[in-house]
């Protein structure tokens, strides 16, 4: 990748060549579309006229050339396009089987030497000659190959079309539709690929101001710049290289990658958080709790806000500065807390002590409150939704009495929450325990310090902190 984009030294690399290639893309795809809706490109495309034709492939559209006009039947043109890849045998097969029908020579490959070209127009000519019926002799699309180049005959809706060239060839209806001859067919691709003869990928467009009276003056200025481009192009080293193609498919993709890395590192970025349509009533309501002040100062609460991880910050900071877990003892202390690191949306109701009860109401009160103050500043929060996600009181009554130092298997049976969730429960709250304990040292507060250690060393026991399940009791 590092040398594709510095292939030639000194001069223009592939990825100034791929944007240029890119602008230039969107301009002409703007101004083809203006100009195939125009009334004055319909007179140009008429029978021999040279087109370029949509494919699946952007950098891969079809030369192609009009066989046959919209009628008062059938809305959509005909035309004989040449296709960079071979089609396959079974396609080759069912061509010249409908060809050996008609009486003309099998599909195959068909390179007419140098010194018989003169001969082939002479056939042609011949052919031409013959006034057709206007007869359809196959059934499109209709594929093969000739002179080691596929072929298509298919319907064109004037919306496909992607480009009307200023060349025109002479080509026979009569021999590609209703003949059906391999030599006409031979002819044509033959003429197709001469026009690529002088390095060009497609010949020339018509030129919208001059010949098809374009008038708008914003395409103009867009036809304008896109002929300034492709000039740029021309110039530049890479336009002849023969693995052009290639390349440019690479630099799509490390274009690609490039932007989605920009992407992630402004979304990480002080700027993009500046953006962000809620950040200034974020700023307000941590102003309106004091974790910060006018100056955006980060105050004691705000510090206290920073040691919360297990639990949502705002909820725990306040529920510490309201003193919510003086009045409870360590049991019911780290009970209460594991509404923070609880996951479980919908378990069986608990049975809570009248004090355990209480302090759950206090909480959860907290929680509302600090929702309708976020969505009182244009916060996209509901204030029952947020108290809900984030308390969740589940493990209330088994937290309680594991730290009590009921046994495990007592504790399993208050509730239908699986073992394993509550294992992972009890030991996260181990580390809210620590939070809380840190939190507390910022405010000075030793009371809580203490007991939140003691709540720690309550629930740290026996099978939910064993080393592995495997040894434990040997």
């Given at each position: 990748?590092?040398?594709?984009?510095?292939?030639?030294?000194?001069?223009?690399?592939?990825?100034?060549?791929?944007?240029?290639?890119?602008?230039?893309?969107?301009?002409?795809?703007?101004?083809?579309?203006?100009?195939?809706?125009?009334?004055?490109?319909?007179?140009?495309l008429?029978?021999?006229?040279?087109?370029i034709?949509?494919?699946?492939?952007?950098?891969?559209?079809?030369?192609?050339?009009?066989?046959?006009?919209?009628?008062?039947?059938?809305?959509?043109?005909?035309?004989?396009?040449?296709?960079?890849?071979?089609?396959?045998?079974?396609?080759?097969?069912?061509?010249?089987?409908?060809?050996?029908?008609?009486?003309?020579?099998?599909?195959?490959?068909f390179?007419?030497?140098?010194?018989?070209r003169?001969?082939?127009?002479?056939?042609?000519?011949?052919?031409?000659?013959?006034?057709?019926?206007?007869?359809?002799?196959?059934?499109?699309?209709?594929?093969?190959s000739?002179?080691?180049?596929?072929?298509?005959?298919?319907?064109?809706?004037?919306?496909?079309?992607?480009?009307?060239?200023?060349?025109?060839?002479?080509i026979?209806?009569?021999?590609?539709?209703?003949?059906?001859?391999?030599?006409?067919?031979?002819?044509?691709?033959?003429?197709?690929?001469?026009?690529?003869?002088?390095?060009?990928?497609?010949?020339?467009a018509?030129?919208?101001?001059?010949?098809?009276?374009?008038?708008?003056?914003?395409?103009?200025?867009?036809?304008?710049?896109?002929?300034?481009l492709?000039?740029?192009?021309?110039?530049?080293?890479?336009?002849?290289?023969?693995?052009?193609?290639?390349?440019?498919?690479?630099?799509?993709?490390?274009?690609?990658?490039?932007?989605?890395?920009?992407?992630?590192?402004?979304?990480?970025?002080?700027?993009?958080?500046?953006?962000?349509?809620?950040?200034?009533?974020?700023?307000?309501?941590?102003?309106?709790?004091?974790?910060?002040?006018?100056?955006?100062?980060?105050?004691?609460?705000?510090?206290?806000?920073?040691?919360?991880?297990?639990g949502?910050?705002?909820?725990?900071?306040?529920?510490?500065?309201?003193?919510?877990?003086?009045?409870?003892?360590?049991?019911?202390?780290?009970?209460?807390?594991?509404?923070?690191?609880?996951?479980?949306?919908?378990?069986?109701?608990?049975?809570?002590?009248?004090?355990?009860?209480?302090?759950?109401?206090?909480l959860?009160?907290?929680?509302?409150?600090?929702?309708?103050?976020?969505?009182?500043?244009n916060?996209?929060i509901?204030?029952?939704?947020?108290?809900?996600?984030?308390?969740?009181?589940?493990?209330?009554?088994?937290?309680?009495?594991?730290a009590?130092?009921?046994?495990?298997?007592?504790?399993?049976?208050?509730?239908?929450?699986?073992?394993?969730?509550?294992?992972?429960?009890?030991?996260?709250?181990?580390?809210?325990?620590?939070?809380?304990?840190?939190?507390?040292?910022?405010?000075?507060?030793?009371?809580?310090?203490?007991?939140?250690?003691?709540?720690?060393?309550?629930?740290?026991?026996?099978?939910?902190?064993a080393?592995?399940?495997?040894?434990?009791?040997?």
């Amino acid at each position: 990748m590092f040398l594709l984009f510095r292939c030639i030294k000194g001069e223009p690399t592939i990825e100034e060549y791929y944007d240029l290639y890119s602008e230039a893309e969107t301009y002409n795809n703007q101004i083809s579309e203006a100009i195939l809706q125009s009334p004055s490109a319909q007179q140009f495309l008429n029978r021999g006229r040279v087109v370029i034709v949509k494919s699946e492939s952007a950098q891969d559209h079809l030369l192609g050339v009009v066989v046959k006009t919209p009628s008062p039947s059938n809305k959509t043109y005909i035309v004989f396009v040449i296709k960079p890849e071979m089609p396959s045998l079974m396609q080759s097969a069912s061509s010249g089987a409908m060809q050996n029908k008609s009486g003309s020579f099998d599909q195959g490959y068909f390179v007419m030497p140098k010194s018989r070209r003169g001969l082939l127009d002479e056939y042609s000519t011949s052919v031409s000659a013959r006034k057709g019926k206007g007869i359809i002799n196959i059934t499109m699309p209709y594929c093969g190959s000739a002179s080691g180049m596929g072929y298509e005959v298919r319907e064109v809706d004037s919306k496909e079309f992607l480009c009307i060239c200023s060349t025109k060839i002479k080509i026979d209806p009569v021999g590609l539709l209703e003949d059906v001859s391999s030599s006409v067919y031979s002819k044509t691709v033959q003429l197709l690929v001469d026009l690529k003869s002088d390095g060009n990928k497609y010949p020339p467009a018509l030129d919208p101001v001059k010949e098809l009276k374009l008038r708008d003056v914003k395409l103009v200025a867009k036809y304008q710049k896109w002929t300034r481009l492709l000039e740029k192009m021309s110039q530049n080293q890479c336009h002849g290289c023969i693995k052009l193609e290639e390349h440019l498919k690479l630099a799509k993709e490390i274009k690609k990658h490039e932007e989605e890395v920009y992407a992630l590192q402004f979304q990480m970025s002080d700027e993009a958080l500046k953006q962000m349509p809620d950040f200034q009533g974020r700023i307000d309501v941590l102003k309106k709790i004091e974790c910060i002040d006018e100056d955006l100062v980060v105050q004691m609460k705000g510090r206290v806000a920073c040691e919360m991880n297990s639990g949502e910050e705002l909820i725990c900071t306040e529920c510490l500065f309201e003193n919510q877990m003086d009045e409870l003892e360590p049991e019911e202390a780290v009970a209460i807390m594991s509404a923070f690191v609880f996951q479980q949306r919908n378990t069986s109701e608990p049975s809570l002590t009248p004090k355990l009860a209480e302090a759950k109401q206090r909480l959860y009160k907290t929680a509302l409150r600090l929702g309708e103050l976020q969505a009182q500043f244009n916060l996209p929060i509901n204030p029952a939704e947020y108290a809900q996600e984030n308390l969740k009181f589940g493990l209330v009554e088994v937290v309680y009495e594991w730290a009590k130092g009921t046994p495990f298997a007592e504790i399993c049976e208050l509730t239908d929450v699986p073992e394993g969730l509550i294992v992972r429960t009890i030991v996260r709250l181990d580390e809210t325990c620590r939070e809380f304990k840190n939190a507390a040292a910022i405010m000075g507060n030793s009371a809580i310090c203490k007991k939140m250690e003691i709540a720690s060393n309550a629930i740290k026991r026996d099978i939910v902190f064993a080393a592995s399940l495997y040894i434990t009791g040997v």
